[in-house]
């Protein structure tokens, strides 16, 4: 039998683990990754090639600016404002996103886009940060 999370559950549980603080307070830090790589359960850091377009730059997300968790379509959500890049004269194709813990270098979720992102000079790259919770029934 799968374990079930109640909606309140997820809530409680999604704002512990990104909002709330703990013991040790690691912010986190969003990362875009340049190689053609599809993310699964085994990915670490070396699996990755970060982004080195003009004017890139990995951006640190503070505990305290995640939302406050919500409920939406019977899942828990939390979102952090929209980051945003805008390309220099050097582009980088990119195939998704990364977030590690700051201190402990971890890789703690990652994202293939849909469709890869050919970046070119001038070109802005909008990325919302949103982690949901979710039981399997």
Do not use: H
């Not at 079930?4 to 909002?19: P, Q, R, V, Y």
């Amino acid at each position: 039998m799968p374990l079930i999370t109640s909606n309140a559950g997820e809530l409680e549980l999604l704002d512990k683990l990104l909002k709330d603080p703990l013991t040790t307070n690691e912010d986190y830090v969003l990362k875009l990754f340049q190689n053609d790589y599809t993310p699964d359960q085994t990915t670490v850091e070396a699996s990755l090639t970060e982004a080195n377009f003009t004017n890139y730059a990995a951006v640190t997300l503070t505990r305290s600016g995640w939302s406050d968790a919500v409920t939406v379509s019977n899942k828990a959500e939390s979102s952090y404002a929209t980051q945003s890049w805008t390309c220099g004269t050097t582009g980088n194709s990119v195939y998704g996103y990364y977030v590690t813990g700051s201190t402990s270098g971890t890789v703690l979720w990652a994202e293939r886009f849909a469709a890869t992102r050919t970046l070119v000079s001038s070109d802005v790259l909008n990325l919302q940060p949103k982690f949901t919770l979710n039981s399997e029934n």
